[in-house]
């Protein structure tokens, strides 16, 4: 179980328990959500960690104790997430992947195709493949761990 995923069972059982007794909360997220089949024993189940908690859980209990505590959690935890993709040169390899991809394929299509229009996406496509690389290179680049005289010298450029 991820860090994530013990955080709202552990503040799922710690508001569930000031909501009430199980029977009440039962009643509650039924009438919540116009029909819910949610029973004591649903409740235990979920509370002893035998089934999940799903996000009808999350947002009746949020609601009806006015907590936002879980929302936040996962407010905070994708600005996290973010931030590490943004910093990840593994994203700009699967972008790069993407890119290079979509102009082998238009590459390809215009050779086939012969006209001006094709030859137009192909190099459209070739383009962005080749910003995309520059990107993935520089990201590399900022970590540091590289050897740049290497790096350098495939540019084509000494440093």
Known sequence: MSSIEKYIAQTMRSLVSRYGSYEAYAAGYNERWEGGACCKGTVHKKMNGSMEWGWKDLLFIQEALGKTS??????????????IAVESPAIEVVELA??????????????IEASP????????????????????????????????????????ADK
């Not at 993407?98 to 050779?111: D, F, I, P, Y």
């Not at 970590?143 to 290497?150: A, E, G, H, P, Y």
């Open 70 to 83: 879980i929302t936040t959690a996962f407010h905070k935890r994708f600005q996290e997430l973010e931030e």
């Open 98 to 111: 993407k890119e290079s991809s979509e102009a082998v394929v238009a590459t390809l299509q215009a050779n």
């Open 117 to 156: 229009d094709a030859d137009a996406v192909a190099l459209r496509e070739l383009h962005e493949s080749l910003e995309q690389t520059k990107r993935t290179i520089a990201a590399i680049e900022e970590r540091d761990r590289t050897n740049l005289k290497v790096v350098s010298t495939i540019n084509g």
